[in-house]
T-cell receptor, first 109, second 113 residues
Framework: SQELEQSPQSLIVQEGKNLTINCTSS?????LYWYKQKYGEGLIFLMM?????EEKSHEKITAKLDEKKQQSSLHITASQPSHAGIYLC?????????FGAGTRLTVKP | NAGVMQNPRHLVRRRGQEARLRCSPM?????VYWYRQLPEEGLKFMVY????????ESGMPKERFSAEFPKEGPSILRIQQVVRGDSAAYFC???????????FGQGTRLTVV
């Protein structure tokens, strides 16, 4: 079973729309990572969050870690077809990293 | 500085054969993680290695699977007597230290026919 729950599992949005992907853990997150996987390719690191309340942005993607450090959200503003892919959150568990099942994002032109 | 290199990118094996997947970490990285992604599923942790040592293999199937990360050379994930259910994408990641950012390879797609 997955230690991290991501929602939604899949998302289809019209180009230009905003969207949010959530990642919830039952345990405190000491390091939360967001990755993107393009179809048929490897994983690309997006952002890492460590402090409660932390927020980071990269281009049109913003990620936040809540104060209790048990949930993170990834927000994309004005989505584009290039944003399509699978978004994965990963948690640092000390000895290793565990991942959510991923959110499959489709952006319709 | 080359990223994490995995080879081969695609591997086809007949049932019962052995599959060897290689992962060369980024320069200066001594921690390697292996993950398996089954079709339509997320990444599942398999094993975490630090040079010459297996730190955590809690995600490795008990039989047929083994991993190593020798002092010299790439990390190897070895699957003996492959079965159809082993067909998946296998990703490795490397990091400098235990709690630092991990970089992923492109993955090896194993198909068992």
């Amino acid at each position: 079973s997955q230690e991290l729950e991501q929602s939604p599992q899949s998302l289809i949005v019209q180009e230009g729309k905003n969207l949010t992907i959530n990642c919830t853990s039952s345990k405190t997150l000491y390091g939360l990572y967001w990755y993107k996987q393009k179809y048929g390719e490897g994983l690309i690191f997006l952002m890492m969050l460590q402090k409660g309340g932390e927020e980071k942005s990269h281009e049109k993607i913003t990620a936040k870690l809540d104060e209790k450090k048990q949930q993170s959200s990834l927000h994309i503003t004005a989505s584009q077809p290039s944003h399509a892919g699978i978004y994965l959150c990963g948690a640092d568990r000390g000895n290793d990293m565990r991942f959510g099942a991923g959110t499959r994002l489709t952006v319709k032109p | 500085n080359a990223g994490v290199m995995q080879n081969p990118r695609h591997l086809v094996r007949r049932r019962g054969q052995e599959a060897r997947l290689r992962c060369s970490p980024m320069k200066g990285h001594s921690h390697v993680y292996w993950y398996r992604q089954l079709p339509e599923e997320g990444l599942k942790f398999m094993v975490y290695l630090q040079k010459e040592n297996i730190i955590d293999e809690s995600g490795m199937p008990k039989e047929r699977f083994s991993a190593e990360f020798p002092k010299e050379g790439p990390s190897i994930l070895r699957i003996q007597q492959v079965v159809r259910g082993d067909s998946a994408a296998y990703f490795c990641a490397s990091s400098k230290g235990k709690n630092t950012e991990a970089f992923f390879g492109q993955g090896t797609r194993l198909t068992v026919v």
